[in-house]
């Protein structure tokens, strides 16, 4: 069995026993309600298994995949929120929120010389130096949406969006050689996006979300690709549950400032996929 099927089977099965007994207790909707709520707000837990590669500098500094070389988690079990509001008499009007951080650290001695960037300057590494390193990045996402189709049945949308990602990376080496650096950044990165909703039952919910973006300005490229969908499944009148897939694929290479507000000298390559579980509230 694959090592990363292996690794949500846990959290599926804990997940099926959460939802069992709502399914057991639920209260049956009104069949005249409007199935596109006002306001919502989903609360709960996000298990993802990440994948990244850094490179700060140029010249002779190289990528370096963070969770095999420097021994960093690789998987994250972390809060999430995420809240929307259809600001409209016909709401069709949608606007999203979401946020979740994601802190990783690691602990391992490197087998190969890597040189890194540091401070504005570049360091050399040796092979049995013992590094200690962290990543953190919290990803903060608002988007617009319209709905351009719209029944009791189905809810079809088009928007843009807007993702601003710190990042904040940090070694510690020490034995043969000592040295210690930090770099920030932080990355703001546009997408257009699609959004389809379905009521399949007045309490069970399909919902679906792709999003893009693809640019290449002077001496700054960046991508980002975004999948999601989730099943809902609302026992009373203002309260659901819900169990949803995510996966995001990040990629950011600049030099200095050319795309406004990324002050990043390199590359980053960040990558995760994951099962969320969560408390809906929403009228």
């Known amino acids: 069995m694959h090592r990363f099927t292996r690794r949500f089977i846990p959290f599926i099965m804990f997940a099926v026993s959460f939802l069992a007994p709502f399914v057991c207790i639920a209260e049956e909707p009104a069949l005249d309600e409007q199935p596109w709520e006002e306001f919502g707000v989903n609360v709960g837990v996000f298990l993802s298994a990440v994948d990244s590669t850094l490179r700060f500098g140029s010249g002779i500094s190289v990528d370096l995949d963070v969770e095999d070389f420097l021994g960093l988690d690789t998987s994250n079990f972390v809060f999430r929120a995420?809240?929307?509001?259809?600001?409209?008499?016909?709401?069709?009007?949608?606007?999203?929120?979401?946020w979740f951080s994601l802190n990783r650290s690691g602990e391992r001695q490197i087998l190969e010389d890597i040189t890194v960037?540091?401070?504005?300057?570049e360091v050399v590494i040796p092979a049995g130096t013992d590094v200690e390193?962290?990543?953190?990045?919290?990803?903060w996402e608002l988007s617009y949406s319209y709905s351009f189709f719209q029944d009791e049945r189905i809810d079809l949308a088009a928007g843009i969006g807007l993702y601003i990602m710190p990042i904040d990376f940090?070694?510690?080496a020490t034995g043969l050689i000592d040295e210690e650096g930090q770099e920030s950044f932080t990355a703001p990165l546009p997408v257009v996006g699609l959004r389809?909703?379905?009521?399949?039952?007045?309490?069970?919910?399909?919902?679906?979300?792709?999003q893009a973006f693809y640019l290449e300005y002077e001496d700054f490229s960046g991508s980002i690709l975004r999948v999601d969908a989730a099943v809902e499944y609302n026992p009373w009148k203002h309260v659901g549950i819900g169990l949803g897939f995510d996966t995001l694929h990040i990629d950011v290479q600049a030099e200095g400032e050319d795309w406004p507000g990324v002050d990043l000298n390199g590359k980053v390559n960040f990558n995760y996929a994951g099962l969320q579980l969560y408390l809906r509230l929403f009228y």
Not at 82 to 98: G, M
């Open 133 to 139: 390193s962290f990543l953190d990045i919290d990803i």
């Open 82 to 98: 995420d809240a929307l509001w259809r600001f409209s008499d016909n709401r069709r009007h949608r606007l999203d929120f979401s």
């Open 196 to 210: 389809m909703d379905i009521a399949l039952t007045p309490r069970w919910f399909l919902r679906t979300s792709t």
């Open 117 to 121: 960037e540091l401070y504005g300057k």
């Open 170 to 172: 940090g070694l510690n």
